[in-house]
């Protein structure tokens, strides 16, 4: 059974930066999978923030085009989100996200901006 662990949210000031780490449990199949994070608030659906392919090529939505940057480490089954620039209404718990037959999601990181 895969399992994902993502590390690294925590609280920060508007303006500022966070770097969010998601590791896979198993490398078997981690370089051929695309990997996305996606975010959630309280009442609202999950929605994804930035995907990159097992290539590298990446995606991002609209919101956060130019301040985060989605990259993975196959050697240690390791995606990350460098998040610069932070805004209030960036807030929200981040899940990272694999696909592989089946979609895989992790436990969620909190990120709190403050204002």
């Known amino acids: 059974q895969l399992q994902l662990v993502e590390s690294g949210g925590g609280l920060v000031q508007a303006g500022g930066s966070l770097r969010l780490s998601c590791a896979a449990s198993?490398?078997?199949?981690?370089?051929?999978?695309?990997m996305a994070w996606y975010r959630q608030t309280p009442g609202k659906e999950r929605e994804l923030v930035a995907r990159i392919s097992s290539g590298g090529t990446t995606n991002y939505a609209d919101f956060v085009k130019g301040r985060f940057t989605i990259s993975r480490d196959n050697a240690k089954n390791t995606v990350f989100l460098q998040m610069n620039s932070l805004k209030p209404e960036d807030t929200a718990v981040y899940y990272c996200?694999?696909?592989?037959?089946?979609?895989?999601w992790g436990q969620g990181t909190q990120v709190t901006v403050s204002s």
């Open positions: 198993r490398s078997t199949f981690f370089s051929v999978s695309p």
């Open positions: 996200n694999l696909v592989y037959l089946i979609t895989y």
